[in-house]
T-cell receptor, first 116, second 115 residues
Framework: EAGVAQSPRYKIIEKRQSVAFWCNPI?????LYWYQQILGQGPKLLIQFQNNGVVDDSQLPKDRFSAERLKGVDSTLKIQPAKLEDSAVYLC??????????????FGPGTRLTVT | AQSVAQPEDQVNVAEGNPLTVKCTYS??????LFWYVQYPNRGLQFLLK????DNLVKGSYGFEAEFNKSQTSFHLKKPSALVSDSALYFC?????????????WGAGTKLIIKP
């Protein structure tokens, strides 16, 4: 079974530029998550999708971050414009579904973003 | 409010010795508890979970964890540590009665196994 795929693996941009990350979850997983992980810290949930609907985006900085999952499969996360403090690893995860909260999440390898 | 604490930033263990990585939690309802491991430059990997049933849960790579309701703890254990177990370990909790089902993550514990 293929895992969660993410691209690119690394990205270096200057502040005020834009960047986009792509995620392909495990086949059949209805729930998709985007996390931000700053070095030395635990993951911080940015947004959670159930199929193509947003379940929770309370911690997404909506003035600069956006995410979509149009067909309920792949997802993209965009930052525009980037700030220095956005330097982090962006992790995508998926799980079978959200109902009951019993299902573990499977993570992709992450995208390491450096904003200079 | 829901929370999870990993009181040790780093744990050092000699190879072959038993290891314990501590986790305590606070939720209003029934806790769903998870352990994940993160190797350098890799995403997180699921190790094990407690939802209900036996308090001792067995997971991947020989790890196990014990759910203790009275102490609100879910410590990760392994009888004999390997150098390859060196990694960053995260405990996470979800309130099973919270319809939002957001997972609350600990700050992580760095486990170093010395040969």
């Amino acid at each position: 079974e293929a895992g969660v795929a993410q691209s690119p693996r690394y990205k270096i941009i200057e502040k005020r530029q834009s960047v986009a990350f792509w995620c392909n979850p495990i086949s059949g997983h209805a729930t998709l998550y985007w996390y931000q992980q700053i070095l030395g810290q635990g993951p911080k949930l940015l947004i959670q999708f159930q199929n193509n609907g947003v379940v929770d985006d309370s911690q997404l900085p909506k003035d600069r971050f956006s995410a979509e999952r149009l067909k309920g499969v792949d997802s993209t996360l965009k930052i525009q414009p980037a700030k220095l403090e956005d330097s982090a690893v962006y992790l995508c995860a998926s799980s079978l579904r959200i109902a009951g909260g019993k299902y573990e999440q499977y993570f992709g390898p992450g995208t390491r973003l450096t904003v200079t | 409010a829901q929370s999870v604490a990993q009181p040790e930033d780093q744990v050092n263990v000699a190879e072959g010795n038993p290891l314990t990585v501590k986790c305590t939690y606070s939720v209003s309802g029934n806790p769903y508890l998870f352990w994940y491991v993160q190797y350098p430059n890799r995403g997180l990997q699921f190790l094990l979970k407690y939802i209900t049933g036996d308090n001792l849960v067995k997971g991947s790579y020989g790890f196990e964890a014990e759910f203790n309701k009275s102490q609100t703890s879910f410590h990760l254990k392994k009888p004999s540590a390997l150098v390859s177990d060196s990694a960053l370990y995260f405990c996470a909790v979800r309130d099973g009665e919270d319809s939002n089902y957001q997972l609350i993550w600990g700050a992580g514990t760095k486990l170093i196994i010395k040969p």
